[in-house]
């Protein structure tokens, strides 16, 4: 299954809410606020007040239209869509960021590069010392939350690739392929928004 498709964990979550289980509904919160945060950080820029409120805002639109999630896409990603109309309508009040221009006009390749990470071989070029904070964390919001969940895990908590597997509940094989998948497109995206933005800063 894609990455960017609904797991069977995702499912079981709608499932629930749809129902009404008030359960679910925390557990919406507590697993996405921290990546859905992120995600909207990186296209708004520091002002955390309409930050807040765009992350609220989907949340209210999300649990409200939780029926029409038909799992082609993680929830992670359907959260982030619902973000992105938030975005658009902040942005009509205040002028975005450069990098905010980039991450919206670069929507459409980062899907792209993400439905090619399956097939493409790139070199290895993922968090170098060079590399701005402010796009690793760019380029991190955009991906899909077990990539970012791998990455993190791995270069930023120091974590083995076994240990990574034995978090999942997956085989060291089926760890070592998301890493690897997580990897490309991380490298991908961050080089497509730094030259978007005419280079690093």
Known sequence: ????????????????????????????????????YEFVHYRLGGDRSAVEDVVQETFVVALQSIASFDARSSLHSWLCGIAKNKVRGERRKAKPRPLADVLDDSDAEIDAILEQVD???????????????????????SLPLDYREALLAKYVHGRSTAELASASGKGVKAAESLLHRSREAFARVFQLLAKERGGLA
């Open 1 to 36: 299954m894609s990455s960017n498709a609904a797991s069977a964990a995702d499912r079981d979550l709608q499932r629930r809410l749809a129902a009404g289980d008030r359960a679910a509904g925390s557990e919406l919160v507590e697993r996405h606020l921290g990546p859905l």
């Open 119 to 141: 097939r493409e071989e790139l070199p290895d070029q993922v968090l170098e010392a060079r590399e701005t904070r402010e796009l690793v964390g760019a380029a991190l919001a």
